[in-house]
């Protein structure tokens, strides 16, 4: 997996190429951490995420967290596939996350 | 069939998703199945990986086949350590909220939820899970 990142302000976009699963979630993971202080909103766009496994939703539920605490900051999550979806539907992620 | 045997690590779950892609192409398997069965790969693979041989490290054996009516990928998932029944956990809460959420069993949870069949049995000193998705 590959992240691009894009800043625009406080608004940072993350942009995983690839898989999210055990391997490359600490990656995410510390792309994440290293934006979170001065990012008010965070975009994960997933438009070229072929698909995540639990390691990618525990990163994601953690960063949801973390900027659902900050005054003003939220996550938003874009361009979801179908399989990912799926997996955000079944695990109840479609009701925590905000998934545009 | 087709099968594989590495060590229990992470690295090797991407060994083991090759291996089994390269087996699915060959199938013509649809991308959302191929998708699905990764991600399952990913989740039970690395169940043996933290699980089986802790703290230390052992053989795990990866089994592919394809089997007709209805037209289905097996894939069998054996490894010799502790004994480990993966389904024996009750299925997590899924309507609870994020602060209250936990990440545990939503793994194995998503694997049942994607493969049509999913079955565990402890034989000769070997845990064996297999999984069966329809193509």
Sequence with gaps: ?100 | MKELTVEATLESISVITDFVDELLEQYHCPMKAQAQIDIAIDELFSNIVHYAYHPGTGPATVRVEVVEEPLSVVITFIDQGVPYDPLAKADPDVTLSAEEREIGGLGIYIVKKNMNEITYEYVDGRNILKIRKEL
């Design chain 1, 1 to 100: 997996m590959t992240i691009e990142k894009k800043e625009n302000g406080s608004e940072i976009m993350l942009i995983p190429v690839g898989r999210l699963d055990t391997t490359t979630a600490p990656q995410l993971e510390t792309q994440i951490n290293a934006v979170s202080e001065r990012a008010e909103t965070l975009i994960m766009d997933f438009q070229q995420l072929e698909y995540l496994s639990s390691a990618g939703l525990r990163i994601l539920l953690s960063a949801h967290k973390t900027f659902m605490k900050k005054a003003n900051g939220k996550m938003i999550i874009r361009h979801v596939n179908e399989t990912i979806h799926e997996v955000f539907e079944v695990t109840g992620f479609l009701d925590i996350l905000n998934i545009e």
